[in-house]
């Protein structure tokens, strides 16, 4: 006989749509606590639409959820909001589009980011995020479903939005679980329990239920193909006991509950089989069978629990019961499809065949196994070559770097500098006033002291020539003094922040705080003046990006920071998608450095205007204010670093010198360009642009977002 592994491990297919739904239901079911963020007439819509989804006719659903939407006069922004999330779901979860399906999860992003409040604003925007990182998962498209992925958990980590969290943690274990690190899947599977039991302790909540149910069933999964079966037992014995004792609490969800049963004894029978249970398996699996196949119910695991009973009656020579078990497989694939229940079809037909001796059937059914299995093995080779763990800590340091305040970042060198030329002043005051009382004193030594002087004046000169041939050095000298002082200065802001807890009088906490807001600016200083002096010798880490995503995220992120001065930042990108061979972090941090001058040179309640164009063969990104403008006098000077050119901000806002440098040799590294126009307190418009490597030229572009010419 011959014998086959499964091709990867596979979880419960029951689970991401069926969550999703969820999710629609309990979100009109908060209508007491968030009357005020849903209009009445659609909440009918909602409830109506779920019944209708609730009988398994998604399609008429929505097609009733369409007209009666349309017909809604003047939706607020969660009526819209639950609109495109119920599009997404049925897009995403049921019809597997999932280029439409990430349309309407940016159309989900956009409502959220016109929240009015910060509750609101937290739930919709963790949702959206979380939907478009489901939606580019399913492209492969993996970097920006782990970044949509961490701008989900940060506002669920800033907000202390724990659904956010356990949606996060949920998805983290699923992908651990599909590249085999069922050891890691099991940790993120935990998490994701204990922060759903900490949310809905006390509550009713069916969605939160039903998803705990899930992760003990899938952390019972981790152990089986760990080779931890007893207990793997164990935590499917737990997802049993809750699905019991919580039926009498949701009467009205028995098929939903019966599916989740069926589901975790067809996984506990695998259990019984790796202990050498079989009649035990054989049971259980029979049991998941005769639930899921029902019409409605999960017919695609079913077809997976049929698979494992028929590979038992293969291992235990019951040939007439695997052939009859096949048989009726077939005629559920023809209808239901499901390709890893058709590859272990053909595996186990093949198998049989060989059994009873008929080699070219069993060849014939052999070769079509190994076509599937190849298929599937590549369709996962994309996801086992991504470090999701990496680029996750990546997405934290940079979020760590932008959090840091702008203000004060050149307090330290300033300090320094100026101690320095103090210094030296001093000394040239200090030896003139010498030789001039000693001129007075003594005329015979007036020769004797004008040679002094005079040696004096060349010792001066030499050291002004050295201190010119010594500009070279000054990165060198900038990245000793920021290294060494970087851990203590990080020493006393950790030792602050601890002492900022501890019980003292305000006059106390006021300098306390003093210190820790002093120290915290003077790393965010440091960390710039080594990126700063450090940018010549950095490798770009080069990578596919979408400009128009890249931009919206950076706008988005400084939203509110231009709310703090009542401004609006108004957002147009391209109609099209477009891709830029660029490093993602550097112009990331361009583009939020240009957006973040242009609030603190504006005046509140100003307009921020931010473009995105092709034009000859480049992608232009314009940022316009209506700020203060920047002197003909300075203009030569504000891509300068440590220039003279800084002013305050419109609210006081310190500037120092160093942003604009910095934005200057990244772009000169990108082999692109940096530029400006502006007329004092009339405002000013920076640009960007990079090349693409194919273009076609336009000839519609607006005259402002040319290019100047060398």
Known sequence: MICFKDHFAQISTRHVWLYAFLILLSSCAKKSADKGNYSDEYLAIQTEADKIWAKNDADRALHFMDSAFHRLQNPTINDRFRYYAFNYIHYQKLKNDYNKGLIYADSMLAMANQSVNPKQYSMNFAEANFARGDAFFELKQFTDAYQSYYQGYLTGKNYVNLRALADYTYRMGMIMYKKGHYKLAANYFKDSYKTNVTEVAGKADFVSFYRRQELLDNIGLSYKHNND????????DKALKLINDNAKHFPDRKLHLDMARGVVYGNKAETYVQKGLNNQAIELLKKSIAINLQKGY???????SEVKLGQLYLNTNQNDLLYALLGNLRNQLDTVKNPDAEADYHRLLGN????????????????RYNVLKD?????ASLLMETDVNQQLANYEKQHEIDALSNDNKLQGIYLYVTLFFGAMALIIIFLVYRNWKRSKQDVQTVNLLNQQINQQNAILENTLSELNNGSQEK????????????????GIASLTSMMADDEYTEEQKELINLVKETSINSLELINEILEATNMASIE?????????SLVSNSVELLRFKAAEKGQTILLETMDKQQELYISREKIWRVISNLISNAIKFSPSGGTIQVKVA?????????????????????KDQVFNMFTSAQRPGTSGEKSFGLGLSICRQIMEKHNGRIWFES????????FISLRLANHHVRTDLPQQLSEPTA
């Open 540 to 548: 770009l880490n080069l990578e596919n990006v979408e400009i128009n």
């Open 679 to 686: 007329n004092a307190n009339i405002g000013t418009t920076f």
């Open 229 to 236: 079966n007893d207990s793997a037992i164990v935590y499917f």
């Open 298 to 304: 999960d017919n695609h695991d079913a077809e997976l």
């Open 352 to 367: 049989y065949y060989v059994k009873k001796d008929e080699l070219k059937q069993a060849i014939t059914h052999i070769q």
């Open 475 to 490: 990165d060198r000298i900038l990245r000793t003094v920021a290294h060494d002082l970087r851990n203590p200065i990080g």
């Open 614 to 634: 092709e034009h000859s063969g480049k992608i232009i990104v314009a940022v316009k204010d209506n700020g203060i403008g920047i002197p003909e006098k300075l």
């Open 375 to 379: 298929s599937l093995t590549q369709r």
